[in-house]
Nanobody, 118 residues
Framework: VQLVESGGGSVRAGGSLTLYCAAS?????MGWFRQAPGNRREGLAS??????KYADSLAGRLYIYKHLGNRALNLQIDSLQPEDTAMYYC??????????????????WGQGTQVTVS
């Protein structure tokens, strides 16, 4: 099983980025997380067949969508700010609508892609 993230980079405050996560197979649930140095891994958004979830703190700035036959989950982030600087990770597994924000709900992870906002 393999998850590969891409699309990170350096961006000026106020800009937007789209992050890409490609999976080697279909998963019932895929999600995006981020982790800044010294912080816990934070759930941003997830998508399954029955629900799409977004973190309340970033509502209105995030948009996720699937493609490649549901084996890829992309994350668009708008109005980026320096506090959005972090490593962004894609997770996959059998997370549900009630536990999607817990990293332990995802069985597989990618290596991460760095986003730096200045």
């Amino acid at each position: 099983v393999q998850l590969v993230e891409s699309g990170g980079g350096s961006v000026r405050a106020g800009g937007s980025l789209t992050l890409y996560c490609a999976a080697s197979r279909f998963f019932p649930c895929m999600g995006w997380f981020r982790q800044a140095p010294g912080n816990r891994r934070e759930g941003l958004a997830s998508m399954s067949a029955s629900s799409v979830k977004y973190a309340d703190s970033l509502a209105g700035r995030l948009y996720i969508y699937k493609h490649l036959g549901n084996r890829a989950l992309n994350l668009q982030i708008d109005s980026l700010q320096p506090e959005d600087t972090a490593m962004y990770y894609c997770g996959a597994g059998v997370a549900t609508a009630s536990n999607w924000r817990a990293p332990s709900s995802y069985q597989y992870w990618g290596q991460g892609t760095q986003v730096t906002v200045s």
